[in-house]
């Protein structure tokens, strides 16, 4: 049974940051990539950052690369994406994804998804 449990949402100020955990189960956690994800009310699932099971690291857009880092710890079988300097626009619901996948940047070429941590950022 593969599982994937995000945490470390909530709510902050604009300007703050926050540390996004992904606990992985079930899966040998050192052979898969680690995306993740947002999705805002009424928008498209959009990429966010990637790491490869080499630790190869991917960002969607300029912006989220000079705030937004992924990590990996194999040996806890987690994923972490820390955020800063959070505007509102980054409210959404944030999700982890695994998979063996050849395009990162494709939400269908995972194989296992989280439920997601809700990212509320006020102004």
């Known amino acids: 049974q593969v599982q994937l449990v995000e945490s470390g949402g909530g709510l902050v100020q604009a300007g703050g940051s926050l540390r996004l955990s992904c606990a992985a189960s079930?899966?040998?956690?050192?052979?898969?990539?680690m995306g993740w994800f947002r999705q805002a009310p009424g928008k498209e699932r959009e990429f966010v950052g990637a790491?490869?099971?080499?630790?190869?690291?991917?960002y969607s857009t300029d912006s989220v690369e000079g705030r937004f880092t992924i990590s990996r710890d194999n040996a806890k079988n987690t994923v972490y994406l820390q955020v800063t300097s959070l505007k509102p626009e980054d409210t959404a619901v944030y999700y982890c994804?695994?998979?063996?996948?050849?395009?990162?940047?494709?939400?269908?070429?995972?194989?296992?998804w989280g439920q997601g941590t809700q990212v509320t950022v006020s102004s």
């Open positions: 994804a695994a998979g063996r996948t050849r395009n990162t940047r494709v939400a269908r070429t995972y194989d296992y």
């Open positions: 790491i490869t099971w080499r630790s190869g690291i991917t």
């Open positions: 079930g899966l040998t956690f050192s052979q898969y990539d």
